[in-house]
């Protein structure tokens, strides 16, 4: 049960990159989404839309508790865990159309909201258990689609 623990949480591996894991993280949500859109079908469609999002609660109680039953082996918000990056950069994306520039706008957003922390994102990182991991970049992709919806609003 471990190995598949650690498999969701490093984001099937990509958590192990020696340099900058949060990144490579992301950078696999974005391509897991692509992935997503191409077997689902179109984006802009409301089933589409209730289907991430039910894809993003689901992953998000899964990755938290990968993450709690990991926190023993390797200690509290790992930097090899990035099931969270995942989630973040989904946020993210959620309810925008996908294009590849909005994806990497959304990607950057999402980094940015994610490395600094403002507006009490890293208050959540005290909250236990995996779930502190996990709502410190559910909130920063909440902030990172709200400035992307009005960045595509007025743009």
């Not at 993003?56 to 509290?76: N, Y």
Request: aromatic share 14%.
């Amino acid at each position: 049960m471990k190995v598949l623990y650690k498999t969701i949480a490093t984001g099937f591996g990509s958590g192990f990159t020696p340099i900058a894991p949060g990144t490579a993280g992301a950078a696999l949500g974005c391509l897991l989404l692509g992935g997503y859109q191409y077997f689902i079908g179109q984006t802009a469609t409301i089933s589409f839309q209730i289907s991430f999002f039910v894809l993003i609660l689901i992953t998000t109680v899964v990755g938290a508790i990968c993450t709690h039953r990991l926190e023993p082996e390797w200690g509290e918000d790992p930097s090899k865990v990035v099931v969270d990056e995942i989630i973040g950069v989904w946020i993210t994306l959620l309810f925008v159309p996908l294009s590849w520039q909005n994806i990497l706008i959304g990607f950057v957003l999402f980094r940015l909201f994610d490395i600094y922390k403002p507006l009490g994102i890293r208050k959540l990182e005290a909250i236990p258990k995996g779930w502190g991991v996990m709502l410190d970049d559910v909130l920063a992709g909440i902030y990172a689609n709200l400035v992307l919806q009005i960045y595509l609003y007025l743009g």
